[in-house]
């Protein structure tokens, strides 16, 4: 059974930054691509960053671009977001989701996903 948790959503000042990290069990995580979502309250859920199965892509939604990053290391079976200069609109659930055979930041195409962890950004 595939299991994701993500961890290290925080309250942060704008202009500070956060890890996320998302720990893979019941899969080997070297064939998953991986992607990040987010969910404000009263929005859709949207593409965050996503990262092929190799590492040896990376995509990012252009709101993002230049402050976020993804990585993974798929021997300790963990995916990184690093995310600095927040943005009080970055306030958010975030959400990893995997899937073995879609690369890319539409929601509905990942089949397992993780519980989020709330990331708020505010003075």
């Known amino acids: 059974q595939v299991q994701l948790v993500e961890s290290g959503g925080d309250l942060v000042q704008p202009g500070g930054s956060l890890r996320l990290s998302c720990a893979a069990s019941?899969?080997?995580?070297?064939?998953?691509?991986i992607g990040w979502f987010r969910q404000a309250p009263g929005k859709e859920r949207e593409g965050v960053s996503c990262i092929s199965a190799s590492g040896r892509s990376a995509d990012y939604a252009d709101s993002v671009k230049g402050r976020f990053t993804i990585s993974r290391d798929n021997a300790k079976s963990t995916v990184y977001l690093q995310m600095n200069s927040l943005k009080s609109e970055d306030t958010a659930v975030y959400y990893c989701a995997a899937s073995s055979r879609y690369y890319g930041l539409q929601y509905g195409e990942y089949n397992y996903w993780g519980h989020g962890t709330q990331v708020t950004v505010s003075s």
């Open positions: 019941g899969v080997t995580l070297r064939y998953y691509h």
